[in-house]
Nanobody, 126 residues
């Protein structure tokens, strides 16, 4: 079965940077399955942060556009989220997810994703 493992979370001061990684297993390397990053803060619903489809097209939530960058190393089945200019409002548990298949024009909807990681906590202090 597909497993996703996130890493790279931690505590950082506002304005700082972090890079999250998500290693996928359970399918062949060089697959270009649609993948995304989501986050959930206490008392809030899970929201989409960024996604990448099988053509390499990226989508970003308005709140992170210009600050976060999603990328993938398909040879390593690894997804990244480079986060810069972090704000306290970015504090959340961050999850990576995959559709588990190729797709195009992926929206930032959690319902489109079948497999989820365990999450990694990002805490941004002011």
């Amino acid at each position: 079965q597909v497993h996703l493992v996130e890493s790279g979370g931690g505590s950082v001061q506002a304005g700082g940077s972090l890079r999250l990684s998500c290693v996928a297993s359970g399918y062949d390397a060089y697959s270009r399955h649609c993948m995304g990053w989501f986050r959930q803060a206490p008392g809030k619903e899970r929201e989409g942060v960024a996604s990448i489809d099988s053509a390499g097209s990226n989508n970003y939530a308005d709140s992170v556009k210009g600050r976060f960058t999603i990328s993938a190393d398909y040879g390593k089945n690894t997804l990244y989220l480079q986060m810069a200019s972090l704000k306290p409002e970015d504090t959340a548990m961050y999850y990576c997810a995959t559709v588990g298949a190729d797709c195009y024009g992926l929206a930032l909807s959690s319902h489109d994703y079948e497999y989820w990681g365990q999450g990694t906590q990002v805490t941004v202090s002011s």
